[in-house]
């Protein structure tokens, strides 16, 4: 799977939107982009995937830049509860028992009031 | 939403001592793993599971490290004699075949060896 780099940490006011940014410059045809978070030590929560077109749910939208070395998570109005560790991911869809992610840092995300 | 239950929430145990860390995944799923979280570092990748039989581990993974489906619902990881590095955070997940490959995780147990 494909390395990414994810700036340590970053801060957003409350009510703003909150634009996490994540490099995956070797990144694959056939990987995703996956985004889980971690609030305070409990278990990372599912955020949203992709592959090459921008994506939304009722969490956030991605960004995926066109020639795929980057992308952008964006949490569109950001509260105080999505303080967290978010965690890029890039790996090839695999089908079930070989599913493994490999976290890493992530970016911790103050949301202030 | 579903979620995947983790019990005990903590536990406290001894060097050398014996622990059952215990999971009831999403009942549809079919696809389980444990991770573990050691304090302030990353959340790792320790077994996968499906049809009662582990389809990958890591080295961490050791013959200390035992996971078992007993019957329809939980799922367990066994830690034989336990170590003072042992100590984390376990998180258990599971996944439901096809779909978005979304990876569903439990509050975790967070395991204290003294």
């Known amino acids: 799977d494909a390395k990414t780099t994810q700036p340590p940490s970053m801060d957003c006011a409350e009510g703003r939107a909150a634009n996490l940014p994540c490099n995956h410059s070797?990144?694959?045809?056939?990987?995703?982009v996956y985004w889980y978070r971690q609030i305070h030590s409990q278990g990372p929560q599912y955020i949203i995937h992709?592959?090459?077109n921008n994506e939304t749910n009722e969490m956030a939208s991605l960004i995926i830049t066109e020639d795929r070395k980057s992308s952008t998570l964006i949490l569109p109005h950001a509260t105080l509860r999505d303080t967290a560790v978010y965690y890029c991911?890039?790996?090839?869809?695999?089908?079930?028992?070989?599913?493994?992610?490999?976290f890493g840092k992530g970016t911790l995300l103050t949301v202030n009031p | 939403e579903p979620e995947v239950t983790q019990t005990p929430s903590h536990q406290v145990t001894q060097m050398g001592q014996e622990v059952i860390l215990r999971c009831v995944p999403i009942?549809?799923?079919?696809?389980f793993y444990w991770y573990r979280q050691i304090l302030g570092q990353k959340v790792e990748f320790l077994v996968s599971f499906y049809n009662n039989e582990i389809s990958e581990k890591s080295e961490i993974f050791d013959d200390q490290f035992s996971v078992e489906r007993p019957d329809g619902s939980n799922f367990t990881l066994k830690i034989r004699s336990t170590k003072l590095e042992d100590s984390a955070m376990y998180f258990c997940?599971?996944?439901?075949?096809?779909?978005?490959?979304?990876?569903?995780f439990g509050s975790g147990t967070q395991l204290s060896v003294l």
């Open positions: 070797t990144i694959s045809g056939n990987e995703y």
């Open positions: 997940a599971s996944l439901r075949p096809g779909g978005l490959e979304k990876l569903f």
């Open positions: 009942s549809n799923h079919l696809y």
């Open positions: 992709g592959l090459k």
């Open positions: 991911i890039v790996r090839v869809r695999s089908g079930g028992s070989n599913y493994k992610l490999t």
